[in-house]
């Protein structure tokens, strides 16, 4: 895979969306909105238009107990899952495998009325990042997706308009060894999860139309697809 097209654009994009997961909302700098709260979900949003659309960057914190930061990213990497989880999804095709952690994908949503319905075609690559704060605690681990280009596939040829998205899941597990040294069972873990994304509708959509789903979508999806992950893993053995 390290010689694949990709890898150049693979290795920075990753480098820099694991950077801008790892900015607190407090360091990003102002404009950063609260715009939803659950529990121990927080979802910001901070408004911005490019060519008149709304590309309202978001970043969502969330802490799940019982759950490592492996299994977070296995089951949203895999595509044999997302059908279970994604619920806007209409269509996922996988178009390249580049390696066992790099696949580039073709999906179309459900339409968002009045706007036309959307697809959108990216790479998604997950991986495992050193632990830099804590040489000897769990390492942390990625997916990014982000929007690329395949011959076969030109953007905007059927009904659909072509989106653009940029997206990063930073997972950080959490271990609270038991006291009384019994071995580690998914009462003594859970994960920190970071999700951010950018997407630009790529075509005209009404920016209060976008901003309401956002605002419906965005804590739908991620309390969905973590309650997925607590479920399909809570009678297996960790994966760390
Ligand atoms: C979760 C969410 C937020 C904002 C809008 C919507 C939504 N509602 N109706 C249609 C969509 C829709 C349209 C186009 C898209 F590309 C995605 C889309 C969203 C997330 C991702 S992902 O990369 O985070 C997970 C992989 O599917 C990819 C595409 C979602 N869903």
């Known amino acids: 895979a390290c010689q694949h097209r990709l890898w150049p654009e693979i290795e920075s994009v990753v480098k820099q969306q694991v950077a801008w997961a790892r900015t607190g909302i407090g360091e990003c700098g102002q404009g950063w909105q609260l715009f939803a709260e659950d529990g121990e979900m927080r979802m910001y949003r901070r408004e911005e238009e490019v060519d008149g659309m709304a590309v309202d960057p978001l970043k969502a914190v969330h802490t799940v107990p019982g759950i ?87 953007p905007n040829v059927g009904k659909c308009v072509r989106i653009y998205l940029k997206v990063c899941l930073l997972c950080q597990t959490r271990v609270d060894p038991p006291k009384d040294g019994a071995p580690l069972t998914r009462d003594n873990i859970s994960c920190k999860i970071t999700y ?45």
Request: glycine letters at 4%.
């Open 68 to 154: 490592t930061g492996h299994e977070v990213c296995h089951y949203f990497f895999g595509p044999q899952y997302r059908y279970d989880w994604e619920t806007t999804l209409e269509q996922m095709t996988v178009l390249e495998t580049v390696s066992d952690d790099t696949l580039v994908f073709l999906q179309t949503h459900k339409r968002i009325w009045p706007a036309s319905q959307r697809d959108v075609l990216f790479w998604s690559h997950m991986r495992k990042l050193p632990n830099e704060n804590d040489r000897d605690g769990p390492d942390l681990w990625t997916v990014v997706n982000n929007s690329t280009t395949h011959l076969d596939y030109p």
């Open 196 to 240: 951010c994304s950018v997407v630009n509708p790529g075509g005209w959509a009404p920016a209060s139309v976008l901003r309401a789903v956002y605002k419906r979508e965005y804590p739908k999806f991620l309390k969905r697809f973590t309650a997925y992950v607590v479920n399909q893993t809570k009678n297996k053995p960790i994966m760390f």
